[in-house]
């Protein structure tokens, strides 16, 4: 029961992003980055294989929020769950990774909109804290739906089993950012001028 | 009444003095075939979009352009990945449809239409990714005119496919120009193939037009007025040249252009005179090596690679099946191929990218390893930094005798992407050549470039064999491995078949020949 | 992986098929019976080897049978609830019940990703984009270019890994080496990616897209034998619920194990109606083979 109020709340969540995605008649500057910062961070684990459960995803997803505002990162999160999910499988995480993806884009968006990321520790923070409350989210689906009551010993529990999983997942996510948020911020500005496009309004 | 008129059009880019076309006026008539040509970076690009509003460069323009709408323009881009937009072929026939919001049932009816026309109903329903490259471009062709445009644009559309597919998509090309009776504006390097299919021909140089007319008149002005140009010109008018040079014959205005037109105008001259000449084009040289040659040829062993056989992964095709090379020292050894014959993976094996299954490759007498450096196919694979400069740096110092050879001086604070495609295939030749390589691997380098770029590139290269380098060559370029190959093997399905010096090679080759031997050879066999 | 194509049950509207691939996993998370759970396991798995094949679906059953090993001792260690004391430790008591409960919530997990297993197999993603982008148009054609740009971006990685191959494939880096290689090599990507795109972009807008309002070009139509079977499975998901709700499908754990108000015709009916709504693309498949004449229909 809980699980299917917990999906009809996801449901709003994205319905009220892609709405709003829809209203705004997106022309192909708008779509075309979303796209490829999405196919990106589903796929730029492959790079990093040599590292196990290093991915990019989280970071990729934060940067295109701060380069190209909060709806471009919620998007970009929430389509680059689905769409990898839509070739290695679904299941019933797919919504609440979407959710818990599209959230962290957006909010890094908001921060960025508010110039919090100025100071650099606000961004690392972010990212670090990104990678646990993700992990978090993700308890929470089958803590929702299989676990029953859901005591403080079973969350307990379960939050510490993955709480290693968490903490690399926010590392990794620190140590992207570190290496890549200045160095994209210079190249996606080098192809805004070279182009005029990408601009959030232009 | 042209379909669309240029009107002393000229065009300048923001923050910038040059002005890439000045008073340019073409006015094209409905169904004519207008080929565009002329040098990289001569502003063909630039007159070509401005014929399209909808992709038309921003900077400051004077003149008139006919205005027409998005669907009466159908363009089609040189790269056959990044033009396609969705994920299935079926979709992307219907992706323009949609955008002028047709009723569903006619987009299906034009769709299937379009489908059939094209040939594409067989592959209709697979994804975009499961087609080649050359049925990729087949397809954006396909997607433009099923929107029904007036005039169809085209800007290098064949550059980068291979020899077969490039043949195809120019018939299929042909058949919309004669049978729909669409206007095609095409621009283009490799005129070979696509000179005898044009009405007519606009010649363009810094910026102007300095050509406009019939295509067989086009060979005399080029041979009078662009001497620099004539290596674009096709095989049948160069040897008819030569003809009139070495034979004293009356001038030639009407030049051929196809094989066929080629062999039929040497039949017209005196034998013996067009004998001595076929001889002199084609050297005869002896396919019989003698042993004091062979002697030499264990001497100069570089790398000989014996039976070699390679899978990706367990249980996936061999792509290497028992593939025996020998290169040797100092030579520019040119490797022809069809797709998916392997001639990129055995690049990937000689540089230790990947390491065969079975087989051995023994170092030459010297037991000397040769330092080996590879040139991708794609030389944006290399870049990652902000400057030329940067990426020169990058592995340690810079070589300022390589940078000036390469004529990246000029360039060093540039971003690698802000290049042409040719200056960026010199940086990433800087980069690869950095740790002095004596066995360079080349992955198809003449890939886009334009005949002039590709006689730089040859220059350069021939001096780094001078030198005692070795250079392995993967190409599709016919062309360019007769001229500056000095030996060719064939590769097919994972084995070589044959490895000959470049004439002989050529000579014996039936199809997988160039138009200059298809000519002479004939003509000599007549004899 | 193998996939059965063509079935029948596939020539029905995008929405039924949207409808069983979710509905399906949907009652399964409903409700612990365990009579309800194991027929909606027996019929994911049986829908699923349909779909794949047997290999792959023990296959994979088999690799998603620690997550109910998991669920259940979850359960038995952090709920005392019960009668049925198993055994102590400390002043901990670990009950039957509460081990049974977490087999079943285990279970009930199982089933779920065993459906969703087959989800892409009942539903094309050509189907799905058609049924998001009815009411999301733009989202849809994003989605579109996204699986498009996916293989193109796989081939991009390895072009990049080849090209860049000979400085970084050195065995001997270190990890903050080989590191470096691969942030430098996602960047190359992210370049190349991006000036690509630009190409995209302009091939949208030189096919009039923003021009109107954009039409779709897939369409299915609602057929007679769509809304009856779109009937059939409202009143089996309808029957289902009730049951699970409102009657005899109800069954409690805590503290001992029973059934409430065991009407077993009642049950019975649900767990039929169940069945049926479960194995609609099996025995719509079988219904093939013996169509022959009953396709001709006189006119009335």
Not at chain 2, 155 to 166: G, I, K
Request: aromatic share 10%; hydrophobic share 45%.
């Amino acid at each position: 029961m809980d699980l299917c109020i917990s999906a009809i709340i996801l449901i709003v969540i994205l319905a009220l992003f892609f709405r709003s995605f829809e209203r705004q008649k997106p022309r192909p500057r708008d779509i075309v980055p979303i796209a490829v910062m999405s196919a990106i961070g589903a796929l730029g684990r492959v790079l990093f294989a040599a590292i196990p459960s290093f991915k990019p995803t989280s970071a990729v997803v934060i940067i295109t929020g701060i380069q190209f505002g909060p709806l471009a990162g919620f998007l970009t999160g929430a389509l680059s769950a689905l769409a990898s999910n839509m070739f290695l499988g679904q299941g019933p995480w797919t919504p609440w990774q979407m959710v818990a993806w599209g959230l962290i884009g957006f909010f890094a968006g908001m921060f960025q909109r508010k110039n919090w990321f100025r100071y650099r520790g606000v961004l690392y923070g972010f990212g670090m804290l990104s990678g646990i409350l993700f992990g978090w989210l993700m308890n929470a689906w089958y803590l929702v739906g299989y676990v029953n009551p859901i005591t403080w010993q079973a969350i307990v529990v379960s939050y510490s089993a993955s709480a290693v999983m968490d903490v690399t997942h926010g590392l990794a996510t620190v140590i992207f950012l570190f290496a890549l948020e200045k160095p994209w911020g210079r190249k996606l500005h080098r192809l805004k001028i070279k182009y005029g496009i990408f601009d959030g309004r232009g | 009444m042209g379909v669309i008129e240029v009107n002393e059009y000229s065009f300048t880019y923001p923050a910038s003095e040059k002005v890439v076309l000045n008073h340019v006026s073409i006015s094209a008539d409905m169904g004519e075939f207008l080929l565009l040509c002329g040098k990289s970076g001569c502003g063909k690009t630039t007159l070509l979009r401005c014929m399209k509003p909808e992709i038309a460069p921003v900077g400051s323009a004077e003149g008139t352009i006919t205005r027409l709408s998005a669907e009466e323009v159908g363009f089609v881009f040189q790269n056959p990945d990044n033009q396609i937009v969705t994920d299935t072929v079926r979709h992307e026939l219907a992706f323009g449809l949609e955008n002028i919001g047709m009723p569903t049932g006619q987009i299906r009816a034009r769709v299937a239409e379009t489908a059939l026309f094209f040939g594409i109903d067989e592959w209709i329903d697979k994804s975009v990714h499961e087609i080649s490259g050359g049925e990729k471009q087949l397809l954006n062709l396909a997607a433009v005119i099923a929107m029904q445009p007036k005039i169809l644009i085209l800007d290098e559309p064949t550059s980068q496919l291979d020899p077969v597919a490039r043949k195809n998509f120019l018939d299929m090309l042909v058949r919309v120009n004669r049978e729909l009776g669409i206007t095609v504006i095409l621009s283009e390097h490799r005129l070979e193939e696509i000179l005898p299919l044009a009405d007519r021909v606009l010649f363009m140089k810094e910026g102007r037009i300095v050509y406009s007319g019939n295509v067989s008149e086009f060979a005399a002005y080029i041979f009078e007025e662009h001497k620099e140009y004539v290596k674009a010109l096709p095989a049948a008018a160069r040897i008819a040249k030569q003809a009139e040079i070495h034979m004293s014959l009356n001038p030639v205005f009407t030049f051929p252009m196809t094989v066929r037109e080629g062999q039929e105008f040497l039949m017209k001259c005196d034998r013996k005179a067009t004998d001595l000449l076929a001889k002199s084009i084609v050297p005869n040289s002896s396919g019989t090596g003698s042993t004091a040659k062979e002697e030499d040829a264990r001497e100069s062993l570089c790398l000989d690679v014996r039976d070699i056989w390679f899978q990706y992964a367990k249980q996936t095709p061999f792509v290497m099946k028992g593939l025996n090379l020998q290169i040797h020292w100092g030579q520019m050894h040119m490797l022809l191929g069809g797709n998916g014959s392997g001639k990129s993976t055995l690049l990937g094996i000689l540089s230790k990218r990947f390491f065969a299954d079975r087989g051995k490759i023994k170092l030459g007498k010297d037991r000397k390893m040769p330092r080996t450096a590879l040139l991708p196919q794609n030389s944006k694979a290399m870049f990652s930094r902000d400057t030329v400069l940067e990426e020169l740096e990058s592995g340690g110092g810079t070589d300022q005798r390589l940078i000036r050879q390469l004529h990246l001086d000029a360039l060093l604070h540039q971003h690698p992407y802000d290049l042409s495609g040719g200056e960026q295939q010199r940086l990433a030749l800087a980069m690869v050549l950095r740790e002095a390589p004596e066995l360079l691997l080349l992955d198809e380098p003449t890939k886009g470039l334009d005949p002039f770029l590709k006689e730089e590139l040859a220059a350069y290269l021939k001096e780094f064999t001078a030198r005692g380098n070795t250079i392995l060559c993967v190409t599709h370029d016919v062309e360019f491995a007769a001229e500056y190959g000095e030996v060719c093997s064939l590769l097919f399905e994972g084995e070589v078949l044959s490895t000959e010096k470049a004439a002989v090679f050529f000579r014996n080759n039936l199809f997988y020949t160039t138009d200059q031997n298809r000519i002479l050879t004939s003509y000599l066999a007549d004899n | 992986m193998y996939t059965r194509k063509h079935t029948i049950f596939e020539t029905l509207h995008p929405a039924l098929l949207l409808a069983y691939a979710s509905g399906a996993p949907i009652l399964a998370m409903l409700t612990n019976h365990p009579l309800f759970l194991a027929i909606s396991f027996l019929a994911a798995f049986c829908v699923q080897t349909f779909y794949s094949g047997i290999r792959e679906t023990a296959k994979n059953t088999l690799f998603m049978l620690p997550f109910v090993l998991v669920v259940a001792l979850i359960n038995l260690f952090t709920n005392q609830r019960g009668m049925t004391i198993l055994f102590r430790a400390g002043h901990y008591a670990y009950t039957c019940e509460s081990l049974c409960y977490g087999i079943a919530n285990g279970m009930m997990l199982l089933t779920v990703l065993v459906w969703f297993r087959s989800f892409s197999a009942i539903l094309s993603n050509e189907k799905f984009l058609y049924l998001f982008g009815r009411h999301l148009p733009a989202t849809a054609l994003l989605l579109s270019m996204i699986l498009k740009l996916f293989p193109e971006t796989r081939h991009k990685i390895q072009s990049i890994q080849f090209a860049q191959g000979g400085f970084s494939n050195n065995p001997k880096c270190g990890i903050k080496e080989r590191l470096k290689h691969s942030m430098r090599q996602i960047s190359s990507l992210l370049e190349w990616s991006m000036e690509d795109s630009i190409e995209t972009a302009d091939s949208m807008k030189a096919r009039a897209y923003g021009k109107a309002e954009r039409t779709s070009y897939r369409s299915y139509k609602m057929t007679a034998k769509d809304r009856r079977m779109a009937a059939f499975f409202a009143i089996a998901f309808l029957a289902v619920c009730y049951s699970i709700f409102g009657g005899s499908g109800r069954y409690t754990y805590f503290p001992v194990m029973r059934m409430d108000h065991g009407n077993i015709l009642e049950l019975t009916v649900s767990a039929v109606i169940y069945l049926g709504f479960l194995f609609t693309p099996l025995w719509m498949e079988l219904q093939l083979q013996k169509g022959g004449m009953r396709t001709w229909e006189s006119s009335k």
